[in-house]
């Protein structure tokens, strides 16, 4: 089935990961803005990674058949230095309106620190006034359920609309605030650190299907760009509908994407000629 | 938290994810073997071991929500943004809890 992976890092997959994924049926990728494994030397790198990701990976993408969009920040591991995440931060307007943009992200906490929160806020204040979407990344481990409290009264406070928010990385200690104050959950699928296939199938069970999203993350470690079809599997295993897949990977990033002018719905693959 | 909101029979639960959750058992079992076997100094004070043992019990309490009860049990419940980080990368349990 045609299906959306809208939190992924291409930039650290290879064509492999492009040609596997489009034979699972994977039509579009969002790709946020991220860590790269190491703290980037300039802001300058950061205007190459912006490029990076609003020029050579959606042509990369394309090869595939696959949309690629992509968001845009600082990521919260580096916004430790105010004066150096600001240096980035100018650069960002000058990219928001390449076609593929859809907002900024992934911003968000990384250890909750002071530095960290005012880096949010300034970058929750750059959607806002330029009315972007937002995606969010919550902490990890022990610090997610502190993160995600933070991160979500800093929304508030700014006045933005939660249905324009999307909050990913939610596991079952953080779902339900993040539905019950009106934002979008995302359950990422990745080893060890967060969700497993398993694990969501069970939070979609126990909170519904309304405003949920899953992804696979992929990125330079561990992980598997495949996560979303075979959550779609884990599903099936349990006997719910091909609906609910459709749900979750197509029609739920549908209309949260959706609400950017810079998305444009992917062509699903047709019924053979013959 | 709904109740029977899972399709599957309880029959069905078990026999579809018994042998896998036996095998994670067995990790368990095994990681605690292994740190009762590892070359000094001893790990099995590390704060993560101690949340680890005292997280399992949780499992057999009796009380549901056990996936969320756990991940709460191993965060940090403070609720004021620290001066600043000094690490970026977390650990899996909460440092400043006396486990």
């Not at chain 1, 069970?202 to 959550?231: K, T």
């Not at chain 2, 191993?74 to 690490?87: K, N, R, Y």
Request: glycine letters at 8%; proline letters at 8%.
């Amino acid at each position: 089935m045609p299906y959306i992976d809208p939190h992924i890092h291409m930039v650290s997959r290879t064509t492999d990961d492009y040609a596997r994924m489009a034979e699972a049926g994977c039509i579009a990728v969002t790709e946020p803005a991220f860590w790269a494994g190491f703290d980037r030397s300039s802001p300058a790198g950061f205007a190459d990674y912006f490029r990076q990701l609003t020029e050579t990976e959606p042509k990369r993408a394309a090869r595939y058949g696959i949309d690629h969009y992509c968001w845009l920040c600082i990521n919260p591991k580096e916004a430790e230095d105010p004066g150096f995440a600001r240096e980035v931060m100018a650069l960002i307007p000058d990219f928001l309106d390449r076609p593929n943009v859809l907002g900024i992200g992934e911003i968000g906490l990384n250890k909750n620190s002071r530095n960290e929160l005012m880096i949010l806020e300034e970058q929750i204040e750059i959607a806002r006034r330029h009315d972007r979407l937002i995606l969010v990344h919550t902490p990890h481990l022990e610090d997610k359920l502190k993160g995600t409290r933070l991160i979500m009264d800093a929304l508030a406070n700014a006045g933005v609309d939660p249905g324009r928010v999307l909050i990913d990385h939610v596991e079952e200690h953080t779902v339900a605030a993040v539905l019950d104050r009106g934002f979008w959950a995302g359950m990422t699928l990745y080893p060890d650190s967060k969700c497993t296939p398993q694990r969501a199938v069970d939070i979609i069970e126990c909170f519904g299907n309304e405003r949920i999203w899953i992804n696979s993350a992929g990125d330079w470690g561990p992980s598997d760009p495949l996560s979303v079809p075979r959550c779609h599997a884990e599903m099936r295993r349990r006997g719910h509908a091909a609906e609910l897949a459709t749900k979750i990977s197509l029609a739920n990033p549908l209309a949260f994407l959706g609400q950017s002018p810079a998305f444009r719905p992917p062509v699903s693959p047709g019924p053979a000629v013959g | 938290m709904p109740t029977s909101t899972c399709p599957l029979t309880g029959p069905e639960v078990v026999e579809s994810y018994f042998m896998e959750h036996r095998a994670k058992l067995l990790d368990i079992a095994a990681f605690l073997d292994r740190l009762d076997r590892a070359a000094p100094p001893d790990g099995r004070g590390d704060v993560r071991v101690r949340a680890l043992r005292r997280a399992i019990p949780l499992l057999l309490d009796g009380e549901g929500d056990r996936a969320r009860r756990i991940l709460e049990f191993l965060s940090d419940h403070s609720t004021q943004p620290i001066p600043a980080a000094h690490t970026q990368g977390a650990l899996g349990a909460d440092p400043g809890a006396d486990y």
